[in-house]
């Protein structure tokens, strides 16, 4: 079955630092992967997208890379401040018998330290 | 700028109890979702719905679960007969079109605590 996995589960960094996020996925058919953003009791914002016929997409400070060989997508935060603390959740868009949905990774706790 | 809205935002419910979250998506949106997060994990799939009719559904939405657009605006879920496992954040999400084709924009989400 479809399945997700993401590393690291929590991760602190120093402001200014940059923070990378790994996640794999299992279904090659997956052509969608957003990042979301979940501060607390809040819903997942999106952040930044990428599609499978691109290999890297950069938003200001963040960033995605894709490689569909391996299977596996990154995000990178840079010049890290305060406000980026918060759970970070990758998915992959999986679809099975016509339907589409998401598939998210188990989320990585980012701790920015002033 | 038009958002995915959601109520109760709270819901405490005595086990055994039926409930019903509200959910009113995007209004050019075709295609709604329920997904549920327990606390401190992931987001779970449970439903995917378009045309009128679920399109996808997970193992966790069993005989207990059903979903419903009863007019032009809002999409429900109702649980039978909760359980104690069943409590969760429970999110509503929208698209314009296909998750391929357009971002996925969630609800502020319900919370349920069944006791």
């Known amino acids: 079955g479809e399945n997700v996995e993401q590393h690291p589960s929590t991760l602190s960094v120093q402001e200014g630092d940059s923070a990378v996020i790994k996640c794999t996925y299992s279904d090659s058919a997956s052509n969608y992967f957003p990042w979301y953003k979940q501060e607390l009791g809040k819903r997942p914002q999106l952040i930044i997208d990428i599609r499978s016929n691109v290999g890297e997409k950069k938003d200001q400070r963040i960033a995605v890379t894709l490689n569909k060989t391996a299977k596996h997508f990154s995000l990178h935060i840079t010049e890290t401040q305060p406000e980026d603390s918060a759970v970070y959740f990758c998915a992959a868009k999986v679809r099975i018998q016509g339907a589409q949905k998401l598939v998210f990774g188990q989320g990585t706790r980012l701790t920015i330290n002033p | 700028e038009p958002e995915v809205t959601q109520t109760p935002s709270h819901q405490v419910t005595q086990m055994g109890q039926e409930v019903i979250l509200r959910c009113v998506p995007i209004s050019n949106h075709l295609y709604f979702y329920w997904y549920r997060q327990i606390l401190g994990q992931k987001v779970e799939f449970l439903v995917s719905?378009?045309?009128?009719?679920?399109?996808?559904k997970s193992e966790i939405f069993d005989d207990q679960f059903s979903v419903e657009r009863p007019d032009g605006s809002n999409f429900t879920l109702k649980i039978r007969s909760t359980k104690l496992e069943d409590s969760a954040m429970y999110f509503c999400?929208?698209?314009?079109?296909?998750?391929?084709?357009?971002?996925?924009?969630f609800g502020e989400g319900s919370r349920l605590t069944v006791l």
């Open positions: 999400a929208s698209s314009v079109g296909a998750v391929r084709t357009g971002e996925l924009f």
């Open positions: 719905f378009y045309n009128n009719e679920i399109s996808e």
